[in-house]
């Protein structure tokens, strides 16, 4: 019996250790290798229900684990060391005049390149980096700057 607990416990200390160790899967592998042996020698040695028994113990434990790791680990303090939140860029990690940009907003303009996304219009008398809101925009089209989109300026075609 000792080794059967031995055997679901290395598989599961494996399953934890691959949180904190980036094995591309090589722990996860092993682990299942451990969990299935433990569940053939429980067959083997303790019988038909018991054996029944740790599978459906593995079937709710695993997908748990694996629940708790994705949902919780990233906001544990361990986890933001390992993982930090992306950054909130600034108007000097991007170095877009984000200020100008935000005053183009409601200004009507004209799209100089076919937006499929993102293109370039001519707002104010200025060449913008832009994103089509909607779909795709083509060139010559009059474009109307709805917002701030990052480092772009999001536009809407205006319908004539």
């Not at 860029?89 to 799209?111: F, I, K, N, Q, Y």
């Not at 001519?122 to 925009?137: F, H, K, L, Q, S």
Request: charged share 15%; glycine share 10%.
């Amino acid at each position: 019996m000792g080794i059967i607990v031995i055997l679901f416990a290395v598989g599961i200390l494996m399953l934890v250790a691959e949180i904190f160790i980036p094995s591309h899967g090589v722990l996860s592998v092993a682990a299942t290798g451990f969990l299935v042996a433990g569940i053939v020698q429980t067959f083997r040695y303790a019988g038909r229900d018991a054996g029944i028994a740790s599978v459906f113990a593995c079937l709710v434990i695993v997908p748990s684990l694996a629940y708790v790791a994705i949902k919780y680990w990233p906001k544990s303090p361990i986890g933001r060391r390992i993982a930090p939140p992306n950054p909130t860029l600034t108007e000097h990690d991007t170095s877009v005049p984000v200020a100008e940009l935000a005053r183009l907003v409601g200004h009507a303009g004209t799209s100089t390149t076919t937006l499929r996304p993102v293109g370039v219009c001519m707002i104010d008398g200025r060449r913008v980096n832009c994103i089509a809101e909607y779909g795709m925009i083509d060139a010559g089209k009059k474009v109307r700057a709805m917002r701030v989109a990052g480092a772009n300026l999001a536009v809407e075609e205006v319908q004539s």
